[in-house]
């Protein structure tokens, strides 16, 4: 079946680092791309996506690139900030049976931001 | 209240009990989903609804019940469940119109199950 594959799976990383996150995707029909964050207790929250006709996008201190043809895409998180520490999970979309999409979720990455 | 909303936050309940988790979403969206949250497993999809139509069925056992009365509310029911159902389960909406294929998830806080 479908699935998405996250790494790593916990990063600690000092503040002012950089932190990158790869996952990989095995249905070549997939055609979005979001990455959620979740703090401890909290409700995942969408913090950037990306479509399939566009290989990079950037927000601020976040960027997520895309490889259709390897199937591979990464969440880039530049200058991290003590505020940056939560679980990460990328996604992959699957349509099926009509228009609402399936999202395939990887295992999520415990980013740690050391001050 | 804006968002997602789900009650309760959290929730203990025996093998034998019977229970209801409670989804509200104020975002207009026309899909709902339930999702189960396990330590150090993917997210997984167990039931959507698009217009109020169940559209998935995740190979979910029948101890989860799901109903959706209309667009804004959604409930699972619970019954029988084994200590291995013990999870964070969250509800989700998104706006998908036909033929649109991508729509951001927004997810409630969700309820933290203990089954004893």
């Known amino acids: 079946g479908e699935n998405v594959e996250q790494h790593p799976s916990t990063l600690s990383v000092q503040e002012g680092d950089s932190a990158v996150i790869k996952c990989t995707y095995s249905d070549s029909a997939s055609n979005y791309f979001p990455w959620y964050k979740q703090e401890l207790g909290k409700r995942p929250q969408l913090i950037i996506d990306i479509r399939s006709n566009v290989g990079e996008k950037k927000d601020q201190r976040i960027a997520v690139t895309l490889n259709k043809t390897a199937k591979h895409f990464s969440l880039h998180i530049t200058e991290t900030q003590p505020e940056d520490s939560a679980v990460y999970f990328c996604a992959a979309s699957i349509q099926y049976g009509g228009a609402t999409n399936k999202l395939i979720f990887g295992t999520g990455t415990l980013l740690a931001v050391q001050p | 209240e804006t968002g997602v909303t789900q009650t309760p936050r959290h929730l203990v309940m025996g093998m034998t009990n019977k229970k209801s988790l409670k989804c509200e979403q104020h975002l207009g969206h026309n899909a709902m989903y339930w999702y189960k949250q396990s330590a150090k497993k993917p997210l997984e999809l167990m039931f959507v609804y698009s217009l109020e139509e169940r559209v998935e069925n995740n190979s979910v056992p029948s101890r989860f019940s799901p109903e959706c009365p209309n667009s804004s509310h959604l409930f699972l029911h619970l019954h029988t469940l084994q200590p291995e159902d013990s999870a964070l389960y969250l509800c989700?909406?998104?706006?998908?119109?036909?033929?649109?294929?991508?729509?951001?998830?927004?997810f409630g806080n969700g309820t933290r199950l203990t089954v004893t």
């Open positions: 989700a909406s998104s706006q998908d119109p036909e033929g649109f294929t991508y729509s951001p998830l927004h």
